[in-house]
């Protein structure tokens, strides 16, 4: 056998445009999209983050309009985070549990204004308490199980107020089983939970902490609950419980960095898996563009890609808006 060289040419139908659409292995739509946003009081109010351009923290009726921006741009579902003003935070964070508190005002003004939109509801104390810790703090410690018992109060509350889908992201132990029976007790059996299940201990949160103004506030670490970033095996088994508590989602966060833990998750469970694009990859991207050291969009969009080729069915993205028009839209 004469082997002719080469055999096979890879290059071949790499050639041209048209050839390497029909190629193309990974595809991408607005429905891998959901928008995280910023809420804070006022009206009419817009309040840049410094440490993330072109993301600002925005009053309850501009939240409004990012709803009906993204409808229009096809985008199916908001993530909200409050930006808690300091003086209703306290040791225990009571807040959370206002039903009138800015999320559940915000979830309520956006449900009535723009149905269409699903909304996520992040479940945690950190924007509500004075040390910025997402449980309850007793001698330097983060109680498990009084924590649970409160975010359950917190999950049905944004449920009330008009979150489709509750996203605990406290990585408290039970606390997706605790969420669900009480949710279903309250009848919200059809309110959805995406777990954060794998949230790595980051250094990648940075810029979110100043969004929502507990950067200055946060004591200690957050090591005892989130995940050690060497572990991967770790994150299979907090995945593996948290579907069995009855997760109809579940989330890795960080992104970029942690693809292996994406790939391995959907390759082992197979369910709806997104990642977080967190604020930390969100501001690399922007200060490197800004230097003009990297082509912004360009780089935004490889990274998006590299979710969806990892196996995710969509992504928590601050670039949301910005790649659903780089779609087309
Ligand atoms: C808090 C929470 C955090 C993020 C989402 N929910 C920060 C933290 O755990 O300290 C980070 C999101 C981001 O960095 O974009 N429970």
Redesign the pocket.
């Given at each position: 056998m004469t082997a002719r060289f080469p055999n096979t040419r890879l290059r071949r139908p790499r050639a041209t445009n048209w050839s390497r659409r029909m190629i193309r292995e990974t595809r991408a739509t607005p429905d891998d999209l959901i928008w995280p946003i910023f809420i804070c009081e006022g009206r009419d109010t817009r309040e840049p983050v410094a440490s993330m351009p072109g993301v600002d923290r925005i009053s309850i009726d501009l939240a409004v309009k990012a709803a009906d921006e993204a409808k229009a741009l096809g985008i199916p579902c908001l993530a909200l985070f409050p930006s808690t003003p300091r003086d209703r935070r306290n040791e225990r964070g009571d807040e959370a549990l206002n039903k009138d508190n800015l999320i559940n005002r915000a979830l309520t003004a956006i449900k009535a204004a723009c149905p269409e939109i699903g909304l996520l509801a992040?479940v945690?104390l950190?924007p509500y308490t004075s040390h910025g810790q997402?449980g309850l703090l007793e001698d330097g410690e983060i109680l498990n199980d009084e924590t649970v018992g409160i975010l359950v109060q917190q999950a049905v509350l944004q449920a009330e107020a008009g979150a489709d889908i509750i996203a605990p992201?406290?990585m408290m132990d039970g606390r997706i089983g605790a969420i669900r029976d009480e949710l279903d007790k309250a009848g919200y059996a059809s309110v959805q939970i995406m777990a954060y299940s794998a949230k790595y201990a980051s250094s990648?949160?940075g810029?979110?902490?100043d969004a929502v103004g507990s950067s200055g506030v946060l004591q200690g670490d957050?090591k005892t609950y989130?995940m050690d970033p060497a572990n991967r095996l770790e994150a299979l088994r907090e995945v593996e419980q948290d579907i069995e508590e009855g997760a109809d989602s579940v989330m890795i966060k960080p992104g970029l960095p942690y693809l292996d833990i994406i790939h391995a998750v959907k390759g082992r469970f197979g369910l709806p898996t997104y990642a977080?694009q967190?604020?930390?990859e969100y501001a690399m991207l922007m200060a490197a563009a800004e230097k003009g050291w990297l082509d912004g969009d360009a780089a935004i969009w490889e990274a998006f890609l590299s979710f969806k080729r990892a196996g995710c069915d969509g992504v928590l993205t601050y670039f949301a808006p910005r790649l659903a028009r780089m779609m087309g839209a």
């Open positions: 992040d945690a950190d997402d992201s406290d990648f949160y810029p979110f902490r957050k989130q977080y967190v604020s930390g």
